[in-house]
């Protein structure tokens, strides 16, 4: 939160007396110290280890399929792009992200943002927190915030791992786009990085729904299981093809959509819809999380 | 609350305050459900008030807007197209994309013994007939006669026929495989010309603009943000299972932008084609630039043309000009395309087993003075299989199909 939202953040009765600055450095040490607690945190380091073991997996599974010198395997299954990665290493990171993308990304942020309210509410922690003259709303705030750092550092995780992976097995180079035009190398990690950033923003939807989640129980494993199961289902509802008229509001239908980056030109009007449904559910639980987090009872 | 509230002298004034507690938290949930409400009009009333209406445009005649169709010298354009495609056909998945495309997978090339591994993943027979079903998004881009490209937009993927001078390149991103031939071969040329844009379509329909149909101009329509006639085409004969077919024809450059097909059963549209973006710019010289990846499988066209046979080139509804025996009955609309099998018709249930049954439970059994047969029925095209093996197949209904048979007894 930047020094002038802070002054118009709506903060509970009681506190109105307070003097500005010294509120603003208190939400930048919340998240300071919200955020060392998040990636502290000897499960959020499990997470991101997973995250990164799967682009090095991938590697080495099409380096060994391929090692003999034949070309990747000319049948079109297997996450996007794979066929490309032994032409390319930068492929590996298109690959990665698409292969991590469907579960284990946004299963972590689901643990993550599951864990946020609930934890510390199941630990007995989170009366303290409110003690400190912050605030619900701004709690919630800089919560959401270290959820939504956590997800865009899971996806880097996965993105740079792969990038090592891929130039360490793999040659590096000029690189075709899935329409066949060429781009130099320097493009192409333009591109990764425009792809990294698209991915860490389509969890921004399952972000708001754990943290909304979250608000609403006081066991941290009851959230974080709720989330994760929220997300299998919406997952399986989206392969249903009797459902087509709902799948557009799910929040991940368009998450592969990110792979339209690598079309030249770029297709954006898919991308545009997966960012404006990740808005979408942002605003919707996010409000959802406020309106129960400031009404609730803090028992524990 | 805790208990001990709601005893004694207190009540009073703790419900007032529990009261209060909870008609505020109240007010807070008035705040996601308004973000939902502002969301669904949102959603709603958007496409809505984006929707300016019917644009206004000076009259002008069925003929004069042919002409200028005809006159149209678009040769710079690129743009996206949504081609929706429902022609009533069983869902069959997979096989039945490999069954039209007469590549790999299908009977008759498996039963040639390396059929299996002939084809390419790139070859554009095999690509460009899965738009004979569902939705797909294109891409086109065109600059002059020698260069074009269309784009098939798949899921992470991307299937590009490119054309550049004498080359034709088939790219095929999933399988990262490239088909490569050359115009000058001829067979390259004709496989191009798959009608898949709004263009290709319209030519086809106004082939067959006689006496025996209307032509007409119905209002003015939007298309990709640019002002269109419609020009509606009908059958003026019975027995056509063609609705109506309406073109939006760009209002400025003569270029047709939207393609329907409705049937004359009624229900959505049998072919429906139309730019959802178009731009007339000279489109980047880089897009048609090819050159193989490093590691991709190149098949030269040589290589299968003398594998793939010849079917599955048409599009549905064109007669079959070369196979033997073929006769032509009736004009216009209502034509309907015959030939001998030579067979005894359908593998029956004793003759061809599990098969016989199968296809026939797609048909419907028809009785006539030619005898008896299966009528298989697309919402545009049937076609009648006669027990003594002649088959009669056309944009017609089945009672003009039966007619037909009977006439030719």
Known sequence: MSRAETGTATVPAGTGAAVRSPRALWTLGLLRSELSVTFRRWRTLALLGVLAAVPVLVGIAVKIETGDGAGAGGDAGGPAFISQITNNGLFLVFTALAATLPFFLPMAVGVVAGDAVAGESGAGTLR????????????????????????????????????AVGALLFPLGELTTISGTRISFAEGLLRALAIALVVAASLIGVAALGLFVSTLTGSGIAAMATTVGLLITVQILDQIPQLHALQPYFFSHYWLSFADLMREPVYWDDLMKNLGIQALYAAVFGSAAWARFTAKDITA | MAPYESDGSTTAGAAEERRAARGRKATRYAVPVAVIG??????????????????????????????????????RLSGTVRISTDLGLPDLGGLESGLLSGGPGSPSASGSGDGEDGGSAADPSTKLTELAAGSHTLRVAADGPDRQKVSLLQDGSEYSLIHDGKDVWGYDSASNEVYHSTVATGTGKEREKVPATPKDLTEEALKAVDDTTSVTVEGTAQVAGRDAYRLVVKPRQDG??????????????????????????????????????????????????????????????DETAAELPEHGQKSPGAPAGDLDGLKVIGEGWTTIASFDTGGSGLP?????????????????????????????????????ITDDGKVYAGAVTKEALVKAANAAK
């Open chain 1, 128 to 163: 303290y927190l409110l003690v400190a003259p912050a605030g619900r709303t701004r709690l919630l705030l800089t919560k959401y915030a270290a959820v939504l750092a956590f997800c865009l550092a899971g996806t880097l995780v996965v993105a740079v791992s792969a990038l």
């Open chain 2, 38 to 75: 502002v969301a669904a009009a949102t959603i709603g009333l958007v496409p809505a008030l984006a929707d300016s209406g019917d644009p206004d445009l000076p009259d002008i005649t069925a003929q004069q807007l042919l002409e200028k169709i005809a006159a149209s010298d678009t040769e």
């Open chain 2, 348 to 384: 029956t249930a004793d003759a061809g087993g599990g098969l016989g049954d199968f296809l026939g439970s797609f048909g419907d059994q028809v009785k006539g003075d030619f005898g008896t047969g299966t009528v298989f029925s697309t919402r545009l095209v049937n076609a009648l």
């Open chain 2, 240 to 301: 056509s299972t063609v609705g109506q077919i309406t073109v939006s024809v760009d209002a400025r450059t003569g270029t047709p932008l939207k393609f329907t097909l409705t049937p004359a059963s009624g229900g959505a549209a049998v072919v429906d084609a139309g730019f959802t973006k178009v731009s007339f710019a000279k489109p980047d010289a880089s897009t048609f630039d090819f050159t193989p990846p490093k590691g991709a499988k190149v098949t030269e066209a």
